[in-house]
C-alpha cells in the first residue's frame, strides 16, 4: 500500500494549476502497478480533485485522518508520497521510503539521513521515483542524531541547570 499524506497535494504549486495535479495523480496511479493507494484528502484539494474526476480502482479517497491514526497507516505502507514537510519526520523515524513533490524542504537531514527524496513538482519525475522504490533500491535512511525521543529530558536538565 502507499500512502498520501493527509494534507497532499495542498501547496499551492501542485494545486492551483488542476491540470498539473491531474497529471501528478496520473503518474502515480498508473506507476504503482495497482497497488493500494490510500488518499486523506484536503479539503483544499477535495474540490479540485473531484472537478477532475480523478478515479483508479486502486485509488481510495479517504477523510482526513487523526495523527495517531495517519502514522499508524504510514507505518505499514511500502511509501508515502507527499508534498508536505511535516510526515518527512515521521517517515524519517519509522524508516518508510518517502516521496516528496516539492523543490525544497525546511528539513534537509530527511533527505541527508532519512529515506526521503524531493522528487520536485513535474509529473515526469514520478515515474523513475517509483521505478527505484518498486526494483528495491531506494535508499535505506537512518535516524538523524538527537532524534531518540529524550527532548523532554535534555529540556529539563537545561532547565534545572539555571
Request: glycine content about 8%; aromatic content about 6%; charged content about 25%.
Amino acid at each position: 500500500m502507499v500512502a498520501f499524506e493527509k494534507d497532499l497535494m495542498a501547496h499551492p504549486a501542485n494545486v492551483d494549476e488542476a491540470e498539473k495535479l491531474k497529471r501528478l495523480m496520473n503518474e502515480i496511479v498508473t506507476n504503482l502497478h495497482g497497488m493500494p493507494i490510500v488518499f486523506p484528502i484536503h479539503p483544499r484539494t477535495a474540490k479540485i480533485f473531484h472537478e477532475l474526476g480523478i478515479q483508479a480502482d486502486n485509488l481510495h479517497i479517504v477523510e482526513p485522518m487523526g495523527y495517531l491514526e495517519f502514522n499508524y497507516l504510514v507505518e505499514r505502507a511500502k511509501a508515502v508520497v507527499t508534498d508536505s514537510g511535516g510526515i518527512t519526520e515521521e517517515t524519517t523515524v519509522m524508516g518508510v521510503p518517502c516521496i516528496t513533490l516539492r523543490d525544497n524542504t525546511e528539513r534537509p537531514e530527511t533527505c541527508t539521513i532519512g529515506a526521503n527524496e524531493l522528487i520536485g513538482t513535474n509529473p515526469d519525475n514520478i515515474k523513475p521515483a517509483l521505478d527505484k522504490l518498486f526494483a528495491g533500491q531506494w535508499k535505506q535512511g537512518g535516524i538523524p542524531p538527537l532524534w531518540d525521543g529524550r527532548a523532554a529530558e535534555r529540556i529539563v536538565d537545561v532547565l534545572v541547570g539555571l
